[in-house]
């Protein structure tokens, strides 16, 4: 089976480069709506190919637009996230430099920061706030790194900025938080499945091994919008910290759907 979707991943991708490229980049230029749906397509084929079965528990806020914080897991939180919806991303500047992967993500508009330069942040905090006006609904993973998943990492307050100053504007987002969850479609000892990319993980032999296990669930849990004009940007943090990880908690102790995973300690 780990063959044939490394077949199948292999014939998506160069398919996505004669097809999917050259229309979602037209589409892009010219505002075609066709780039949403080009978008979640492309990531439901993949999230197909690899193996991992999307599902959701609640809905994000009908009203945009949203402003989503969830915690990271893996690369593949990306692609199961836009398998649902259209939606930007904000990455590390690494991202944009990966063969393949990278020019994928700048075909989709993400916005990339560059950690290590703090004086970065406002530039990347407008370029967020000009694409919520434009009505795009933006997606950060607030921990700043990736983790196993079990737990909740301290929530970095640095792009909830600029929150307060759109809502001086009166142009406020939905601030959505939402938690990952990852367990194995057939549940085996504590049902947990750690699709976790962090510390010196190379790509290519992650996803192989994702291809060789098969069979994950991505649980996507929404919680309750946060007021976006309840505080400043650290309050903000603190308090959509704190909603994501009584989802994840919650979402760990009801076993995501039956799932049986078991609780883990933060890393």
């Known amino acids: 089976m ?24 037209l589409a892009r230029r010219r505002g075609w709506a066709i780039r949403h749906g080009i978008q979640t397509g492309f990531c439901r084929t993949m999230c197909a190919i690899i193996g991992i079965e999307v599902r959701e528990e609640g809905r994000p806020p009908d009203a ?26 904000l990455a590390k500047r690494e991202v944009a430099l990966w063969p393949v992967l990278g020019f994928l993500a700048r075909l989709q508009g993400t916005i990339f920061v560059d950690r290590s330069n703090r004086r970065a942040i406002p530039i990347v905090n407008a370029a967020l706030a000009e694409r919520l006006g434009r009505g795009e609904d933006v997606v950060i993973f607030a921990e700043g790194t990736s983790s196993d998943g079990s737990g909740v990492l301290k929530f970095n307050a640095s792009h909830f900025a600029m929150l307060t100053g759109l809502g001086e504007d009166g142009a406020a987002p939905v601030l ?27 790509f290519l032999p992650h996803l192989w091994s994702l291809m060789k296990r098969g069979g994950a669930k991505c649980h996507i849990l929404w919680g309750e919008a946060v007021d976006p004009r309840a505080g400043d940007r650290k309050a903000l943090a603190q308090a959509t910290e704190q909603r994501v990880r009584a989802l994840l908690e919650g979402g760990v102790a009801g076993g995501a759907e039956g799932g049986k995973i078991a609780p883990q300690k933060e890393t």
């Open 64 to 89: 945009a637009p949203r402003f989503v914080v969830a915690n990271h897991v893996s690369w593949t939180d990306i692609i199961a996230l836009a398998s649902r919806y259209p939606l930007v991303f």
């Open 176 to 202: 959505a938080p939402a938690a990952i969850i990852y367990a194995a479609k057939k549940a085996k000892g504590d049902g947990r499945f750690d699709v976790g990319w962090y510390g010196d993980m190379t």
């Open 2 to 25: 780990a063959y044939l979707r490394a077949i199948a991943f292999v014939l998506a991708m160069t398919g996505a480069f004669v097809l999917f490229v050259p229309l979602q980049w």
